[in-house]
């Protein structure tokens, strides 16, 4: 470390001294974190974690509010729905549908979006406006719409919600994607890559495709609580998954229709959910943080 | 000669659509000039006047809308792939930005060792040494490899820049104002790296720089550049001296000097540099200048030989009128008489 | 309210700190100097010498939250402005008796409002004009004294309407138009071609002789500094190491980082000799030595200098140097 403090720079502010005198973000996000970590450990265990099976009736046991409320019981913490299914047990299980779907959603779409992203800003040309016209086409389209149309023609279930939420946010990587490279491309070190006649190939995965993977890696946690909001909205118009699979959307749509006399029915899974959401919002906001380069230079 | 610009023209289409074209920016027009090694040849000019678009058409970064860049004799403006691989390999850049032209991901050992595995194959001791060999020649420590950029200081940086440059031992380097983000105690660090740099190992330079002292200071000849042209240019001793063409008289004249008991700088010139979309008629230069006369809106200037093996574009120098302005003289509009 | 007698601007011992997670630092470590009526200053340094943070601490314009002023004290006409709220500050003297340009005319002009509102601007905030023709009034002799030709008629018009050197006198035009007592220019013509840049000069000095302001300048550019300034002061790492009249400075530098700038820059007229390099990097404000901040760099560096940081010594010719080489020529320390 000698050479460090040897070397260590003193003028580092010389001709950018934006962000100098920030002061370093907020600490590890422990809260969002453990949401989260908490969504995967239920979507893993599924079943076995469950204190009830999710799916088994006991009419007798029907509307049993929670814990705290009056008449609640340990037995159903978060209380049981019409069919006297444990709230608690359906949500853990809820947790894999909102897992699977999220996680195959941002996959494809993250792939697809920075992909024609990618390829719209280096090559720009013909490539690019046929590209980003297909992106203004797509983000006029109203997603529910979309939904309503591809559910009609296809099954709903599963598949139809990622291929659902697939095509209406690729879009969302192509754009930003598109705009990151285009600002790489000018940097300095892209042209002297060019100067030293290393090729485009190379000067892709090595110069151009590092800088983005933040982006991509940001813009995937942001768009957790997003994607479960939508699978949640699709199960809960009956165009998503279908009973007797468990959808923490589904169990809002369920829960509709007693929302007067079991409130907790619609408002556990709804928790859930937003839990969720703001995890993955918090979260991103902070790995945004820790991944830009310039903060190391504080 | 080793590095040549012949009659390099570049223009960029603007504006418009897709299917229409609104006009044309006349970048560069018609530059030539040509380096020997171990020499230096600096564009010196205003922002806006082309420098940077003529640095960036000798790395063949962009391809010239007419003319040709010559290495060793040989165009090289068309060529691409591996017909390029001895340019690619000779001629090598520092920029200006020392944050921007180092990729913050990568350790200085990757990026000074970059341009060597493109070209060379050698083994990764080879290539170690040789990047230890550069960082060596630009003072930095061998430790410094293993360091990522946001580590470095501006100026470090920089050096970092020049060793990524040297690692291939290249013929040519393109300077594009290799000092002007560092501080003042910075710049004269890495002025004498450069010119130690060029005595050691006979390179030639192609600087692009704004600053007058620094290209008197550091260059053999000198090319002075308004709106895309080359306006005067040759030995750096004679035009400093002897400026012939009232552009160069202005710069000189308006550059302040770091002495209080130094005449303050003169305002020569009115108005500001043309737009370089629809550069006026006949000389570039004649909306600003002191001495315009009948010719000079209509007719471009024809290239004058002003002696010592200098030339200027000027039509005051067709007319054969004026006495040379010279240094200390007040350059200053009249001085060097209007021709009747 | 203002002390006729009192230098336009004093400024005495003024330390600025900024409390990071890394710890404490002064970019501005104990600064002390005065600007008359119809004088220039030139703050000159390099990047992180604090001579920036010098100009928007006087304004109390301090990062937030980090930045506080420790100590010291701002007099603008004999008022201590360290003493003054928030809201008086702003409500009397920034933009008012204290002006400010900066170096970017782009970021300095609002690209959606004419370039006569942004001009009259001030001159509402601090109602010096109460009625819309009173301040258009006042907003085109502000442009017409920045030498914008047909002022009355550019008030209507747009940044974008105006060349990169019109903005700047625009800017300049925002800054005197409350005909402040001090005008702080920091770094104002840095961006500026050289040709433009002369323009700004000679029109600087014009403003000074017309309104009679106190000008700090703040550059890098030694002959900038040279060419406008009657006093110059040199900073290095939160410190004023040397001040006095600009022929004194140009011309017989006593402090030996003065002197190494003034070698390390190519002249015009000078041919190709080796320039006078300074080595090293300036300190770490986290981590300064106990004595002299140069001394790691210094080419006359002495035991001494490491012991303790050396007093401001008097030169015969009117100048201050903060270094132990001057204490055997100082006429007394000052």
Redesign the interface.
Same mark, same amino acid.
């Given at each position: 470390m000698a *050479?460090?403090a040897?070397?260590? $720079? %003193?003028? &580092?502010?010389? $001709?950018? @001294?934006r962000r100098r005198?920030r002061? @370093?973000s907020a600490g590890v996000p422990w809260f969002s974190g453990l949401i989260l970590l908490l969504l995967v450990v239920c979507a893993i265990g599924g079943d076995a974690l469950t204190p009830w099976n999710p799916a088994a009736l006991d009419l007798r046991a029907n509307f049993q509010p929670p814990v705290w409320a009056e008449g609640g019981s340990w037995a159903h913490p978060l209380g049981t729905d019409n069919l006297g299914r444990d709230i608690l047990s359906r949500i853990v299980a809820g947790a894999r549908v909102s897992l699977v779907v999220s996680l195959w959603a941002i996959v494809l779409s993250g792939g697809i979006g920075s992909l024609a992203g990618m390829v719209a800003g280096y090559f720009g040309g013909w490539a690019d *406006?046929l590209i980003m016209r297909l992106v203004d086409i797509q983000m006029s389209i109203p997603p529910l719409a979309l939904a309503l149309i591809l559910a009609a023609v296809l099954e709903p279930g599963l598949e139809t919600v990622v291929i659902v939420i697939v095509v209406t946010y690729w879009t969302w990587y192509a754009r930003i994607v598109r705009g990151e490279i285009l600002s790489l491309k000018e940097?300095?070190?892209v042209?002297?890559?060019?100067? %030293?006649?290393?090729?485009s190939a &190379?000067i892709f995965h090595?110069?151009l495709a @590092?800088?983005i993977l933040n982006t991509m890696l940001v813009l995937a946690t942001l768009q957790i609580g997003q994607v479960i909001i939508f699978e949640a909205s699709l199960s809960f118009l009956g165009l998503g998954i279908q009973s007797p699979a468990i959808s923490w959307g589904l169990m809002l749509a369920d829960a509709r229709a007693y929302l007067t006399n079991a409130w907790w029915a619609i408002t556990m899974p709804g928790v859930a959910i937003m839990l969720v959401c703001l995890s993955s919002n918090l979260f991103g906001d902070w790995l945004r943080d820790v991944l830009d @380069?310039?903060r190391?230079?504080? | 000669m080793l590095l040549e610009a012949r009659h390099l023209v570049k223009r960029f289409d603007v504006g418009g659509g897709l299917f229409r074209r609104a006009g044309q920016v006349h970048a560069v027009e018609d530059v030539s000039f040509g380096i020997e090694p171990g020499r230096t040849f600096a564009l010196v000019g205003e922002s806006g006047c082309g420098k940077t678009t003529v640095a960036k058409l000798m790395l063949l970064l962009e391809r010239p809308t007419a003319g040709e860049v010559v290495y060793r004799g040989r165009a090289v403006s068309g060529l691409s792939g591996g017909a390029l691989t001895e340019f690619r390999s000779e001629v090598q850049a520092v920029f200006q930005d020392p944050y921007s032209s180092l990729n913050p991901r990568l350790r200085v050992g990757r990026i000074v060792s970059e341009p060597l595995l493109v070209h060379n194959r050698m083994s990764g001791a080879e290539a170690r040494k040789r990047v230890d060999e550069a960082l060596e020649v630009v003072g930095l420590p061998r430790a410094a490899a293993k360091l990522y950029p946001h580590e470095f200081s501006g100026g470090q940086r920089q050096r970092i820049a020049i060793a990524r440059a040297l690692a291939l031992r290249p013929k040519a380097l393109v300077l594009d104002e290799p000092t002007s983000a560092l501080d003042v105690s910075i710049r004269a660090q890495i002025l004498n790296l450069l010119s130690d740099i060029q005595e050691e190992f006979g390179l030639a330079y192609l600087i692009i720089a704004h600053d007058l002292a620094l290209v008197e200071h550091f260059s053999h000849e000198t090319g002075v550049m308004y709106l895309g042209a080359l306006v005067e240019w040759g030995p750096t001793q004679t035009v400093f001296d002897r400026p012939r063409h009232p552009y160069t008289q202005a710069l000189l004249a308006s550059a302040p000097h770091p002495d209080p008991d130094h005449p303050p700088p003169g305002d020569v010139i009115r108005g500001e540099i043309g737009s370089a979309l629809s550069p006026p008629a006949g000389c570039r230069f004649h909306p600003r200048c002191p001495h315009a006369f009948a010719p000079c809106d209509r007719a471009e200037p024809a290239t004058t030989d002003t002696g010592q093996g200098a030339w200027a574009r000027c039509h005051l120098l067709d007319a054969g009128a004026p006495a040379p302005v010279r240094r200390g003289e007040p350059a200053r509009a009249g001085a060097a008489g209007r021709p009747a | 309210m203002t002390d006729a007698d009192a230098p336009a601007l004093a400024v005495e011992d003024l330390v600025m700190e900024l409390h990071l997670r890394r710890g404490v630092l002064r970019p501005v470590d104990g600064v002390s100097f005065e600007v008359g009526a119809g004088e220039t200053l030139g703050i000159v340094g390099e990047s992180g010498s604090g001579k920036s943070m010098t100009c928007l601490s006087i304004l109390r314009l301090l990062p937030k939250p980090a930045g506080r002023i420790a100590r010291g004290s701002v007099r603008v006409g004999g008022v201590d402005l360290t003493q003054l709220s928030e809201r008086e500050l702003a409500r009397d003297w920034r933009g008012r008796r204290l002006s400010m340009v900066t170096q970017d005319p782009m970021t300095s002009l609002n690209p959606v409002f004419t370039i006569g509102d942004q001009v009259g601007s001030p001159l509402r905030h601090h109602r010096i004009t109460r009625t819309l023709r009173e301040t258009r009034a006042r907003a085109a002799a502000a442009l017409g004294r920045v030498r914008i030709p047909s002022p009355e008629r550019r008030l209507d018009e747009y940044p974008h309407q105006f060349s990169g050197g019109m903005r700047q006198r625009a800017v300049s035009a925002m800054a005197i138009a409350c005909e402040p007592q001090v005008m702080i220019a920091d770094e104002p013509t840095s961006n500026l071609d050289v040709t433009i840049q002369v323009k700004m000069i000679e029109l600087y000095r014009e403003i000074q002789k017309e309104t009679g302001v106190a000008i700090v300048l703040i550059t890098h550019d030694m002959g900038v500094a040279a060419s406008i300034c009657d006093r110059v002061a040199v900073m290095y790492a939160g410190r004023i190491v040397e001040q006095g009249p600009s022929r004194a400075i140009f011309r017989r530098p006593a402090h030996p980082y003065t002197q190494a700038l003034l070698d390390s820059i190519p002249r015009l007229g000078a041919r190709r000799k080796r320039l006078f390099a300074l080595g090293g990097q300036p300190p770490d404000l986290l981590d300064l030595p106990r004595g002299c901040r140069f001394a790691a760099r210094c080419p006359k560096r002495m035991a001494r200098c490491d012991e303790a940081y050396p007093p401001e010594f008097k030169l015969p010719d009117g100048h201050v140097s903060a270094c132990w080489l001057s204490e055997s020529e100082a006429v007394h320390a000052a």
């Open positions: *050479v460090e040897d070397l260590a $720079p %003193a003028d &580092t502010a010389a $001709p950018r @001294p005198w002061l @370093p *406006v940097r300095d070190y042209a002297l890559a060019k100067v %030293a006649g290393v090729g &190379t090595r110069h @590092p800088n @380069p310039r190391k230079q504080l | - | -």
